[in-house]
């Protein structure tokens, strides 16, 4: 089902926002997190991430326009990047050397 149509043909459709979504996530956790937990604390990443999601969650059901709802889709990547790295790197903090249960517990759930 497309969501935009132009004159010309092109379509822009559910799949295109959702890809952006994933791209953006792949982007955060593969390597835009580790750039930033270089230079900033996990929990200043963690709340800018969480204030971007509310952010773009909020705007994204607000309005329906396709190509803003393309960066919305983003932002919400982004967070989830964010909470995912930031997660497991934590969890691996409390782990104790030697032990590796914590992170295959939260990968379980």
Excluded: Y
């Excluded at 926002?17 to 997190?33: E, I, S, V």
């Amino acid at each position: 089902m497309a969501l935009f149509q132009r004159k010309g043909g092109f379509i822009l459709s559910e799949r295109w926002l959702f890809q952006n979504g994933t791209a953006a996530f792949f982007a955060q956790t593969m390597h835009l997190n580790g750039f930033l937990l270089q230079r900033f604390p996990p929990r200043l990443i963690m709340v800018i991430g969480l204030v971007i999601g509310a952010f773009s969650m909020a705007l994204f059901v607000r309005w329906p326009s396709p190509w803003l709802n393309l960066l919305l889709n983003l932002g919400i990547g982004l967070c989830q990047g964010a909470i995912e790295v930031v997660t497991d790197l934590e969890v691996i903090h409390m782990e104790q050397k030697g032990q590796s249960r914590l992170i295959g517990l939260r990968l379980r759930s």
